[in-house]
Every structure is written in C-alpha cells, then in structure tokens.
C-alpha cells in the first residue's frame, strides 16, 4: 500500500514570498490533515478535511494561509506571504478511522 | 480543552536499558490514545495504541497501558536498543473528531 506522499521534501523562500506545498493521501482515506512541527515541538494542526469539506481550522492563520481538497483526494497548503516564524515542518497526514498515516513532511525554512 | 503532556527529553540511556517515558492527558469523555514515533528526517509513524480504559498497546517491545484512573498512558520498553533513538510523541483523539492532539514529544538517545 503506498503511504502519503508529500512533496517537495525541502523548500527555502525568502519571507513575503509564497510557497504551495502538495499532499497525495493513501487511496480511499476520507480524512487529510495538515499540521506544522515547529523544531522542537510537537505537531499542531491546521486543518482537517472529511473528504473536501473542512472539519477544523480553527487554527489555521487565514490572513496568510490556505488549503484546498478538490474533489476530495490531493490537498494544497498555501503561505502567502510567508514569515520567519512560519519556518516548520508541514505535516500531511491521511485517516480511515483512528490511525493516521503521515507523510515524510515539507521542511520549509524562510529567510 | 484537550491536551497531552509528556515528560521532557532529552532522554539518554544505555543500550539494553529499561525505558520509561510518562504521558498523561485530560480530555473529556474517553479518548483513544497513541504513541507516534519519529525518527531522524522521516514522518511520524504509529507505534502503538489502545482505545479504552485498561487496554495494553503493545509493538516491537513497546508497551503502554490507558490508565483512566491516572489519566496516564506511559511509554515502557524492557531493553532498549540504539535503532530506538527517536522522537516518542503521546497523542489522544476524542470520540467522534478524529482530531489528534499531540505532546511535545520526548527525544531517546541509545548509547552502544
């Protein structure tokens, strides 16, 4: 079975420029999350989707990102504009039921 | 609300040692709670699980017990090993959200 696929693996903007990350989740799973891991922390989430319906964003900084799930498979993470403070990594992470499954992550590092 | 607390890394122990790494966690109604494992430059990976009060999660000689009178849910391994040296993170998802909240996460050093 193939595990969630993220890509890119590594990116470096400069802070005010925009940057997409992609997210393909394991096949028939209808929940996609998106988290940010701050070195040192643990993964808080952005958002969360069931199929392409949002669940959560109640943390998600809307004035800078955004997400999307068309037609309920592949996800989109937006920053524009980025910020230093925005340098994490960028978790996806797919869901049947309880377990998630989580992608190698996006390490975004902005100067 | 919610919320997960675990003891703070770095945790450094020698090779066939007995590891201990507590969570506890508050949560309404009955949470499932987890241990996620990270290792260097890769994504999280489930460790282990339990889903209701007493239950034992068990893999690769990791175990945890959902202790509902305690709140707790404490990672123990018997004999570590230097391919354990990871990031252990404690997670709980409350019924019906299927929205995972994490700990901090606790960094394992195994010395050979």
């Known amino acids: 079975e193939a595990g969630v696929a993220q890509s890119p693996r590594y990116k470096i903007i400069e802070k005010r420029q925009s940057v997409a990350f992609w997210c393909n989740p394991i096949s028939g799973h209808a929940t996609l999350y998106w988290y940010q891991q701050i070195l040192g922390q643990g993964p808080k989430l952005l958002i969360q989707?069931?199929?392409?319906?949002?669940?959560?964003d109640s943390q998600l900084p809307k004035d800078r990102f955004s997400a999307e799930r068309l037609k309920g498979v592949d996800s989109t993470l937006k920053i524009q504009p980025a910020k230093l403070e925005d340098s994490a990594v960028y978790l996806c992470a797919s869901s049947l039921d309880t377990e998630a499954f989580f992608g190698q992550g996006t390490r975004l590092t902005v100067v | 609300g919610n919320s997960v607390t675990q003891m703070e890394g770095p945790v450094t122990l020698s090779e066939e040692a007995f590891l201990t790494i507590n969570c506890t966690y508050t949560?309404?109604?009955?949470?499932?709670l987890f241990w996620y494992v990270q290792y260097p430059g890769e994504g999280l990976q489930l460790l282990l699980k339990a889903t209701k009060a007493d239950d034992k999660g068990s893999n690769k000689g990791f175990e945890a017990t959902y202790r509902k009178e305690t709140t707790s849910f404490h990672l123990e391994k018997g004999s570590v090993q230097v391919s354990d040296s990871a990031v252990y993170f404690c997670?709980?998802?409350?019924?019906?959200?299927?929205?995972?909240?994490f700990g901090t996460g606790t960094r394992l050093k195994v010395l050979a």
């Open positions: 997670a709980l998802i409350t019924s019906g959200t299927y929205k995972y909240i």
């Open positions: 949560a309404t109604g009955y949470p499932s």
């Open positions: 989707f069931q199929n392409n319906g949002v669940v959560d």
